[in-house]
């Protein structure tokens, strides 16, 4: 009897799993139950129908992340992936590598694909497209007769401008040549001219909405001259003609909101723009009122007769200031004068006191000049540092001494000194 530990099955299974080709790589239908994404970015879930169910799971977060769609409960879908054993759980479990919508992931697939081709040819390019005019009076729409996003239109447009012009080129908007009644409608539309052309439909299925997906609309539109607002389904709704169209409006109603400007609005515009126009005039006549009054002033000022008016005035002017600061100048010149000769008296006399007083203090000074003194035969003597030698105790033999007299001098040395 031979015994296996239950690690030991699972594994044998697993690999029996794993070596099947037609389990490696499968693709299984059925409805989405039971579906959770966890917080780590993986996917599990139940898919099912009538007679069975398997559990299943997406690991990759990066597949995760790339779905078109978001799984819900009660969802039909195609997945691609591989079967494997689940060891510790021992059960088989579909791992996913990817979801497909039954039916419309088909038509989404295809949405796509027309999507990046048209992309990469540069019909969605900004640059291309063309401005909304700031006021329309003729706007074109491409629609359904009777259909109640065309109505919303009508409605709408008239409200905000009652004076609008509307052309109206019918076209089928669904089913079988929807697509090609959507082309032509709206070439012709485009050849008539108006301001703006709003093509579009209300609400609808992806079904219902797939002939504005269609590439014959897509270039048709793009080719267009006029300026074209997309307006098909609601606003969580995406068409190729959203991409193309020089402008995207979530509605039908919201189209002609964009297109159509209120009236009242613009009116209003008008006359703020009327009130600024009247008040720049005002400033602008101001201004030249101004300027004419100066260059008036600067003619008048520049008049010949003014001018030599101006000049006499001047002259006349200059003349009596003149005439004023002579008579100061003079003036002052004869209180010069009489300051000059009092001056000359006060000096005359200053001169001759100082003279005499000089002449006394010079016969003092004379009188007691050491030159007088030498003269009467007194001599002045004075020792090798230049002191004066007035007793005789201050001498010593040999001591050389220098002898000061009236007509000259001579250096001696004492041999004897004695008192008197």
Request: hydrophobic share 40%; with cysteine; charged share 25%.
């Amino acid at each position: 009897m031979n015994v296996y530990s239950v690690s030991a099955v699972n594994r044998y299974i697993s690999g029996m799993f794993a070596g099947d080709s037609l389990l490696r790589n499968i693709f299984v239908k059925g409805e989405i139950s039971n579906c959770k994404y966890h917080s780590s970015g993986h996917i599990y879930f139940t898919l099912k129908d009538e007679g069975g169910a398997i559990s299943g799971v997406m690991f990759y977060r990066s597949r995760a992340r790339g779905l078109n769609f978001r799984l819900e409960n009660g969802m039909s879908v195609i997945v691609h992936g591989y079967i494997r054993v689940y060891e510790a759980a021992g059960r088989y479990e579909l791992y996913a590598v990817q979801f497909q919508q039954e039916g419309s992931g088909i038509l989404y697939e295809r949405f796509e694909a027309l999507k990046k081709k048209l992309d990469s040819e540069g019909l969605f390019d900004p640059q291309h497209k063309k401005k909304i005019p700031p006021f329309v009076q003729t706007l074109g729409v491409v629609g359904a007769a009777g259909s109640a996003g065309l109505q919303d239109i009508y409605n709408i447009a008239r409200r905000r401008n009652p004076w609008i012009r509307i052309i109206h080129a019918n076209a089928q908007v669904q089913g079988r040549g929807a697509a090609e009644d959507i082309a032509r409608a709206v070439k012709a539309m485009d050849d008539m001219h108006p301001d703006v052309m709003i093509v579009g439909r209300g609400g609808g299925s992806i079904e219902d909405l797939w002939a504005f997906n269609e590439e014959i609309v897509a270039r048709t539109v793009y080719a267009c001259r006029t300026p074209v607002i997309s307006a098909v389904g609601h606003q969580t709704d995406y068409t190729i003609i959203d991409f193309v169209s020089d402008q995207r409006a979530p509605t039908p109603s919201a189209a002609a909101e964009l297109a159509v400007p209120d009236i009242r609005l613009v009116l209003d515009r008008i006359r703020q723009y009327a009130y600024l126009l009247d008040s720049r005039m005002d400033s602008a006549l101001s201004a030249c009122s101004g300027r004419l009054s100066y260059y008036r002033e600067a003619v008048r000022r520049m008049d010949p007769m003014m001018v030599l008016t101006q000049q006499r005035r001047s002259l006349l002017d200059k003349e009596q200031h003149l005439n004023i600061m002579m008579d100061h100048s003079l003036e002052a010149a004869r209180r010069r004068a009489d300051t000059g000769r009092r001056l000359d008296l006060l000096f005359d006399r200053t001169m001759t006191g100082a003279k005499s007083s000089l002449q006394l203090r010079a016969r003092s000074l004379e009188a007691v000049s050491p030159l007088k003194v030498l003269a009467r035969g007194y001599s002045h003597v004075t020792d090798e540092q230049g002191h004066t030698v007035s007793r005789a105790g201050q001498l010593h033999r040999g001591q050389l001494v220098h002898i000061r007299m009236e007509d000259g001098s001579a250096d001696a040395r004492v041999e004897k000194t004695g008192g008197s």
